[in-house]
């Protein structure tokens, strides 16, 4: 009998130590566009990646990292084998709004929390069961169009044309563009749509032309969005142009050229962290992240998305402390524990504003979250 129960308490302490092991590490899953029409964002994301801490609160960090070609299918695709074959803990991702929206459905299936790096705020509006799990660190697109229209009011611009993705994207940028400029009184002459891939959009830009608008704003992201300013320049477009946060990379300035100098745009305030106030509250922040970057990639090759992925590794490390309290990584209740622990996140400086979240808020920015920038001499300057 004593030997039985030498044996039972020798069984017992290697399953113990045996389960600490499986699940010492964090897995984290990651699905990005570093191919595809929106390969421009989704680069310096898979960049940042490699970047990141490989542990955190004493825990090593697995980041385990798929491309989606900036494809929906591919992108749930990629979850599913994130969550059922490499048992993650969070899944971080997509890129793009399209991608992350038809993602909410694997993780709230799988009781997974996902931190999106899209801008969209249908991605975690409005609060439900299945939005529950997910979080994301961009701007939501109704905090950006606000500011956008702020400065039309402020520049007297009465009429407006609008030309966004025929995506989820675009759409949900008219939704708020739309809503906030009928408020300000500004009237919108004109609502186009193109495609992603498109090579040419003459007939939309000549609809804009004949309305003769006194501003234009493109509701795209990434290299793509330069087409319609490219076209409306070739046509002789004289009025004040408008992109999005969508396009805050080094690559839209050099694909667009010459023809985006003067445009202007919301983005966050890493873009220009060199210039911010040293009163800024998020400058000390975005610039480690600047720093860290460019030293691997070289200077002026930061862009606003690769903080995307050092803002939800931000939340990471602000939240796993707190779900390891509770659970072990590779178990349901780790999982829950971090959803908890990231809708609790309070005052987390990161490179692109102060997150506090709550839970009918899962993105948590305010106002310190966005400047204005102006495009001059294929260089981000602050709007002061």
Partial sequence: MRINARIGRLLAVLAAAFAV????????????????????????????????????????????????????????????KLIAENKVDVIVGSTITPNSLAMIDVVAEAETPMISMAASSRIIEPMDAKRYWVFKTPQNDAQMATAIVEHMTNNNVKTVAYIGFADAYGEGWWNEFSKIAEVRKIQIVANERFNRADTSVTGQVLKIMAAKPDAVLVGGAGTPAALPQKSLKEKGYKGIMYQTHGVANADFLRVCGKDCEGTFLPAGPVLVAAQLPDSNPIKKAALEYVNKYEAAHGKGSVSTFGAHAWDAAKLLASAVPEALKKGQPGTREFRKALRDALEATRNVTAAHGVFNLSAQDHLGFDQRARVMVRIEGGNWKLVQ
């Fill in 21 to 80: 092991t499986v699940h010492a590490d964090i897995n984290v899953g990651v699905t990005l566009s570093a191919t595809g029409p929106a390969a421009s964002l989704g680069i310096p994301e898979k960049n940042s990646f490699a970047l990141l801490p490989t542990t955190i609160a004493g825990q090593k960090v697995n980041y385990i990292v798929l491309d989606d070609a900036s494809d929906t299918t591919t992108a749930v695709k990629n979850t599913r």
